[in-house]
Structures are given as structure tokens and as C-alpha cells.
């Protein structure tokens, strides 16, 4: 069984950065998909960026140009840069690692993102 464990989650004022960690406590086929989902109070669960096989990415349209999704196989971490924060992007941050057709899916146990002065 996979566990994976966020890390780098905290508060920051607006225009700030923050630099999310996910590791992977066993390994991650390199064909799954694994990525970053959020929450806010009151709001559903949400794509922010995924990371596909084959280097391709994909953004929500709220986070493109603001947030880069990398990962290094080697390490079994994801990372997800986040820079020019938003108070619309405090949410709580999970990560997510699934086989392509879905079948197999992991989840992180979450960390706290809050941007305010």
C-alpha cells in the first residue's frame, strides 16, 4: 500500500510563495498520474495541477501561469511551486497519485494552505 505525505503547507501573505512536497512512501508506476487537488471551507474538492505520464501537465484555469507541477521518479516526490498566491488559494492541499484508467487511486492526507495579510 502507497501512503503519500504533503509537506510545505503554511501561511502567507498575498503575492507570497510556497513550495508544496509530495513523497510516495513506496513506489509509484511511472505511468500513473499524480497531481495536487484542493479544498476550501464549504466548496468541493478541486483539480489544481496533474502531472501525466509522458511530461504533459495540466492546470486549472485559476492556477495557470502561477503554479508549476514537477515530479522526480527517482525521489517518488511530486512538487507543486506556487507563487504569486491569492487569498481565493487558501484551501486545504492534496495529493493524488492514480493508475490511468483510475482504477488504482492514492490520497495524501492533506495540508493547510492560507493566504492573508
Known amino acids: 500500500q502507497v501512503q503519500l505525505v504533503e509537506s510545505g503547507g503554511g501561511l502567507v501573505q498575498p503575492g507570497g510563495s510556497l513550495r508544496l512536497s509530495c513523497v510516495a512512501s513506496?513506489?509509484?508506476?511511472?505511468?500513473?498520474?499524480v497531481g495536487w487537488y484542493r479544498q476550501a471551507p464549504g466548496k468541493q474538492r478541486e483539480l489544481v495541477a496533474m502531472?501525466?505520464?509522458?511530461?504533459?501537465?495540466t492546470y486549472a484555469d485559476s492556477t495557470k501561469g502561477r503554479f508549476t507541477i514537477s515530479r522526480d521518479i527517482a525521489k517518488n516526490t511530486v512538487y507543486l511551486q506556487m507563487n504569486n498566491l491569492k487569498p481565493e488559494d487558501t484551501a486545504v492541499y492534496y495529493c493524488?497519485?492514480?493508475?490511468?484508467?483510475?482504477?488504482?487511486?492514492?490520497w495524501g492526507q492533506g495540508t493547510q494552505v492560507t493566504v492573508s495579510s
Open positions: 502531472h501525466i505520464s509522458g511530461g504533459s501537465t
Open positions: 513506496g513506489s509509484i508506476e511511472s505511468n500513473y498520474r
Open positions: 493524488n497519485a492514480h493508475s490511468p484508467l483510475g482504477r488504482v487511486n492514492y
